[in-house]
């Protein structure tokens, strides 16, 4: 079984900064990509930011410029700046791996939550 697990959530005042972590364990063969999605009460779950396996990135509009994701080997960081309070939610990570053994298969973490207020 493959675990992911967040953190480096918290609360901040506008234009503040936090560094979320992602990682991921477990009998994993490969990583094809890392992404970190926000959920705010009972809205859709949206994509905030992906790195794929070649370490190209893809970023949600809203977040261009203030955001950046990066990986280190099963760690995702996602190291967001100028932040809004529309950035706040719970931010997940879902991880797209190859386990060992198995055939290609998506896992979630829990969650860290991030308040953006004054």
């Known amino acids: 079984q493959v675990r992911v697990v967040e953190s480096g959530g918290g609360s901040v005042q506008p234009g503040g900064s936090l560094r979320l972590s992602c990682v991921a364990s477990?009998?994993?063969?490969?990583?094809?990509?890392m992404t970190w999605h926000r959920q705010e009460g009972g809205r859709e779950r949206v994509l905030v930011a992906s790195?794929?396996?070649?370490?190209g990135t893809n970023y949600a509009d809203s977040v261009k410029g203030r955001f950046t994701i990066s990986r280190d080997q099963k760690t995702a960081f996602l190291q967001m700046s100028s932040l809004r309070p529309e950035d706040t939610g719970v931010y997940y990570c879902?991880?797209?791996?190859?386990?060992?053994?198995?055939?290609?298969?998506?896992?979630w973490g829990q969650g860290t939550q991030v308040t953006i207020s004054q």
């Open positions: 879902s991880v797209d791996v190859v386990e060992v053994g198995r055939s290609r298969r998506s896992f």
């Open positions: 477990g009998r994993i063969l490969s990583i094809n990509s």
């Open positions: 790195i794929g396996g070649n370490g």
